[in-house]
């Protein structure tokens, strides 16, 4: 029998290509190629009760994983995988960029996207709202029942990024109970054109051709509108 290392513990053994931990180091992801993303249930103390040994894995058809990563508070997994017309179940078109619930495993949302990157989807610090950087556009959804609730519109724009943690918002004093989230974005430079970092502030800076549906009642207040 296998045994650990002195001061640490085997929590799975097997062809393993990758593996993550939750950020509040509760559970420990694993990708083992032969079987799919295998989930460690880290809560408990008991080194039995960490340790897998199940060949079960907690993401169905995601032997062909290659990326993953967790959302700010570790509520959802992301994932990519290479591009496929066909998947386990002879389903076509599904998206291979695929939103997990790390609680129960069950998919969420799927979106296509070829380049090998995790980074066009990015959850808001308190994991309220997804934003998913398209082709011109940054579509933004409440990540609760992903219905879309806002864009920003850039022509061009390349990546984008929203902070992990909660900062002090630089700009006016927001009112009580208004969320609100800063966000950079990057369009490179092209043809004699320089490249260009914006920062936007959801829902009510996002730039000139960018909409949402969260609306202020009081239209009298500047710090409100959309710039």
């Not at 650990?4 to 420990?28: C, D, E, M, R, V």
């Not at 219905?147 to 002090?168: D, M």
């Amino acid at each position: 029998s296998k045994k650990p290392s002195q001061g640490g513990q085997i929590l799975y053994a097997g062809k393993t290509t990758f593996h993550l931990l939750s950020p509040n180091g509760s559970a420990a992801f694993i990708h083992d190629a032969s079987v799919g993303l295998i989930k460690c249930d880290l809560s408990s103390t008991t080194t039995a009760s960490a340790t897998s040994t199940t060949k079960t894995p907690f993401l169905q058809n995601s032997k062909a994983i290659q990326l993953a990563k967790c959302s700010p508070r570790g509520s959802y997994l992301l994932t990519w995988e290479r591009p496929s017309k066909l998947d386990d179940n002879n389903n076509s078109n599904n998206g291979n960029l695929k939103v997990w619930s790390a609680a129960n495993g069950a998919l969420l949302q799927s979106f296509s996207c070829k380049k090998a990157t995790l980074e066009t989807v990015q959850w808001t610090h308190d994991e309220q709202c997804v934003f998913h950087c398209v082709t011109n556009e940054i579509h933004i959804y409440a990540a609760n029942d992903w219905k879309r609730v806002g864009k920003v519109r850039s022509q061009g724009v390349a990546s984008f990024s929203l902070p992990a943690h909660k900062g002090i918002d630089p700009n006016a004093t927001v009112k009580s109970g208004e969320k609100k989230y800063l966000l950079t974005t990057f369009v490179p430079g092209i043809k004699g054109k320089p490249a260009r970092v914006d920062m936007l502030r959801y829902p009510d800076r996002m730039g000139r051709d960018s909409s949402s549906t969260v609306v202020d009642n009081d239209s009298s207040n500047d710090e409100n509108k959309v710039v």
